[in-house]
């Protein structure tokens, strides 16, 4: 079983950054895929990125390449998510999901989720 709280939404800018933390608690995390998906209102929850365990690979939708940039901290049992040059539609709500070995685009795969925080970029 993983708790994953997630912190550091809110209301930036087109242009401007945040950085999204998802902290972990639950036995082998490090073991743990983490990943971030986003969902506006009225549409499917899609990928953005995702980082293997430990020494692992990291994936990121094409829409954020370049942009986003996905880590983990295991000592600290964290994940982060800085979002660089912010885009209106990048606005979502971020949620943090993690599990086990696994390495997939698709939210139904995954077990584990934090409620989700907002991010709002206006024009």
């Known amino acids: 079983q993983v708790q994953l709280v997630e912190s550091g939404g809110g209301l930036v800018q087109a242009g401007g950054s945040l950085r999204l933390s998802c902290a972990a608690s639950?036995?082998?995390?490090?073991?743990?895929?983490m990943a971030w998906f986003r969902q506006a209102p009225g549409q499917e929850r899609e990928f953005v990125a995702a980082v293997t365990c430990t020494g692992g690979s990291k994936d990121y939708a094409d829409s954020v390449k370049g942009r986003f940039t996905i880590s983990r901290d295991d000592a600290k049992n964290t994940a982060n998510l800085q979002m660089n040059s912010l885009k209106p539609e990048d606005t979502a709500v971020y949620y943090c999901a993690a599990d086990r070995y696994l390495r997939s685009y698709y939210p139904s795969d995954y077990n584990y989720w934090g409620q989700g925080t907002q991010v709002t970029v206006s024009s």
């Open positions: 639950g036995r082998t995390f490090s073991s743990y895929t």
